[in-house]
């Protein structure tokens, strides 16, 4: 389907100064997702506000002005993820608008240390769900409708190491079962921007067996097209449209792949609150670093594009094993 048909272009509002507007448009019919889009179309305004109140050029914008920025931005108190953000705006602005990206430069990048450095906030990391953990959740799960569906979102998710907005929007039509397992269709992710799409296999496995996970929610629920993860109700019946017969069933938010998650690790006498729904696929990762896969096959499974991600994994799953100190500690 094109971009246009996945996101409306609402107009533009009036009164926005030239370049703040052209960037808006540009945002708005880019493949991203809407809530992007907004968080996005927010800090725009924000940078274009400062420009001006400060008398700099926000498109095309010098590197200059953007570490400026981020310094001004850091000693009003924002935080680091808020500045991430903001960055990852303007760059993404100057992309769409074929100019130089200001954001790399070596002088933005110590700019962007620097407040992360005085703010003292390390990028948060929610833990990973390993495969252990992912059993004691698998366990908590009631033998009804919801707790079928909770055991092939949580199986399906770890074993594709699958980002939310991923899993949600998978469909019956993405998923072909064979002898050797699942082949899952992901028509767009966070890296995939044009749409392209890809595809994973999923293993029957021996232990979390996440395609008959799959198969149970989706015979239980009387599903044979349309989103695979659906609300169900407390009465315990999937939900349809409720405006429209004809219209798509309504599918699990991204929110609510994240409240499972935490009610489960709840449930299973864990933090919560360190858990969410990234936890899966940092699970996923760590679990394979644990047994020694292969980087490359983790990568393909993951679909991380810059190995430096996959390897702090790495690195945090091995940390302990063949320890320098382990013969004299």
């Not at 921007?193 to 999923?202: D, K, Y």
Request: aromatic share 6%; with cysteine; charged share 30%.
């Amino acid at each position: 389907m094109p971009n246009s048909e996945i996101l409306t272009i609402e107009p533009v509002e009036a009164g926005l100064p030239a370049e703040t507007a052209a960037i808006v448009q540009a945002y708005q019919r880019a493949s991203k997702a809407s809530a992007t889009i907004r968080a996005y179309m927010s800090d725009v305004r924000v940078f274009e506000a400062w420009c001006r109140r400060f008398g700099f050029r926000s498109m095309p914008a010098a590197p200059k002005t953007v570490a400026a920025f981020i310094v001004s931005e850091a000693e009003e108190g924002r935080a680091a993820s808020t500045l991430g953000r903001r960055m990852a705006a303007i760059r993404y602005g100057h992309k769409l608008a074929k100019v130089p990206d200001p954001t790399d430069d070596e002088g933005v990048h110590a700019a962007m240390k620097g407040a992360r450095r005085k703010l003292k906030v390390a990028p948060k990391q929610k833990a990973a769900a390993t495969a252990d953990i992912l059993a004691a959740l698998l366990m908590r799960t009631p033998d009804t409708l919801t707790g079928k569906r909770d055991r092939a979102l949580l199986g399906l998710g770890f074993a594709g190491a699958f980002r939310r907005s991923e899993l949600v929007a998978l469909d019956v039509a993405d998923l072909a079962e064979g002898p050797e397992g699942l082949r899952v269709r992901i028509r767009q992710g966070k890296t995939d921007q044009e749409g392209r799409g890809t595809e994973i296999a999923i293993p029957h496995g021996r232990f979390i067996r996440p395609v008959a996970l799959v198969r149970e929610w989706l015979d239980a629920a009387g599903i044979v097209e349309g989103p695979v993860f659906r609300p169900v109700s407390r009465s315990g019946r999937v939900r349809a449209s409720k405006v429209d017969e004809d219209r798509e069933p309504p599918r699990l938010t991204t929110q609510a792949v994240a409240d499972i998650i935490k009610r489960y690790c709840a449930a299973a006498g864990l933090d919560a609150s360190t858990f969410g729904a990234h936890s899966l696929r940092a699970g996923y990762i760590t679990t394979a670093a644990e047994r020694g896969a292969d980087l490359t096959r983790i990568m393909d499974q993951s679909r991380h594009r810059d190995p430096r991600t996959v390897v702090g994994y790495i690195r945090r799953a091995n940390a302990f094993k063949d320890h320098s100190g382990s013969g004299f500690l």
